[in-house]
């Protein structure tokens, strides 16, 4: 890892405001650190010019932070992100959710709040965080500290590696619109504008790329289909979306704090003859965040964590059709589709087997 004055805000992803400190902190731990080499964070980019002590907490002990106004309706559980924790609802039925998600209310235009679902809570344990780490960071071995890594964080995947491929795939579907319906200005001056690279990360990730962002949506139904469903794929890209079963543990994030510039919806980003099907369909917005020296950073916009119990018996009416349109439904699909059968390319290849869909 570079040392803290090698990195740079907008290069490597990390937090340009240093040596932050909640109040909740052990002061005792904090001052003890004085003198040490600097430390990154590399979960969330958060820098220090000195390493926090074991048990320094600079992020705040769980216990002392200010109570919230969700805290009452957890009943002791929490989860842990940076400077904050956050309250764990256990919920019911499906009537409970969407009671909890229509009185949720921003108080402020500009700020967007999101849901997340996941048919299950994953913890950053599992990207490596060390006890040491939590010692340091939040002064406790035991705490849940969510990770929402997006899928090329998860596999260790450098995203410009794969996206040229994937540019020259968006490049000739754009070539096909235009030689099928014409307007070749219009698409040009998209494919020349920031907005196509935008575009491009978005597909990536409502298709199955893997990418260094999360769909999320403003629709809580959505949020549930995937929080009750678990889904299997065939090597072939088939995709098969089972109920969870009794011992999943289920649950739906609540994301705010977004501001417009941050979340990316495909008809706000593409002309109107290349919006694409699937991300409609699940009213999915693309939320980039998670490179370089912040993979989760996106766990830093949790404000509340609805956990599903008994969600076995609950009944969701929606198949998994509804939220994926199959290929004759959904155009883009069927061009990456056809193209996977023509062009073998190995980089082509490997860059299609990794698209998913419900035949």
Not at 192 to 209: D, E, I, P, V
Not at 225 to 253: D, N, Q, V, W
Not at 285 to 301: D, I, V
């Amino acid at each position: 890892m570079r040392s803290v004055n090698q990195l740079f805000a907008h290069l490597h992803n990390v937090n340009p405001i240093a040596d932050r400190v909640s109040p909740a902190c052990d002061i005792g731990h904090v001052n003890k650190s004085a003198g040490t080499p600097g430390y990154v964070d590399p979960l969330y980019g958060n820098c220090w010019s000195w390493t926090p002590a074991h048990g320094a907490a600079v992020y705040g002990r769980t216990d002392d932070l200010p109570v919230g106004p969700l805290d009452e309706l957890a009943n002791g559980a929490f989860l842990r992100v940076p400077f904050r924790r956050v309250p764990v609802i256990e919920v019911s039925s499906i009537e409970e959710v969407r009671a909890f998600a229509g009185s949720v209310k921003s108080g402020t235009p500009n700020f967007n709040g999101v849901w997340r679902g996941q048919s299950s809570h994953y913890t950053t344990e599992k990207k490596g965080r060390t006890k040491e780490e939590l010692l340091r960071l939040y002064g406790a071995e035991d705490v849940d500290e969510p990770s929402l890594l997006p899928s090329a964080a998860r596999t260790d995947l450098y995203f410009p590696d794969s996206f040229s491929g994937w540019s020259a795939l968006l490049d000739l579907y754009v070539h096909e619109r235009v030689r099928a319906q014409g307007g070749q200005r219009e698409l040009l001056n998209f494919v020349n504008s920031y907005r196509y690279r935008m575009w491009g990360f978005a597909t990536a990730q409502h298709y199955g790329l893997p990418s260094v962002g999360l769909d999320v949506t403003h629709d809580i139904d959505v949020a549930l289909f995937f929080a009750l469903h678990t889904f299997k794929t065939s090597a072939e890209g088939i995709t098969t979306a089972t109920r969870a079963i009794s011992t999943a543990a289920p649950i739906i994030y609540g994301l705010g704090g977004f501001l417009h510039h941050e979340l990316f919806k495909d008809e706000k980003l593409a002309p109107t003859r290349l919006l694409c099907t699937r991300p409609a369909a699940q009213s999915a917005m693309f939320f980039s965040t998670g490179w370089g020296h912040a993979p989760n950073n996106a766990a830093q916009r949790i404000y509340v964590a609805l956990k599903l119990v008994g969600h076995e018996a609950w009944k969701f009416d929606l198949q998994p059709s509804h939220y994926f349109p199959k290929p004759q439904d959904d155009e883009f699909l069927r061009f990456l589709l056809e193209r996977k059968s023509e062009l073998k390319l190995p980089v082509i290849q490997d860059l299609l087997s990794k698209i998913y869909y419900v035949p």
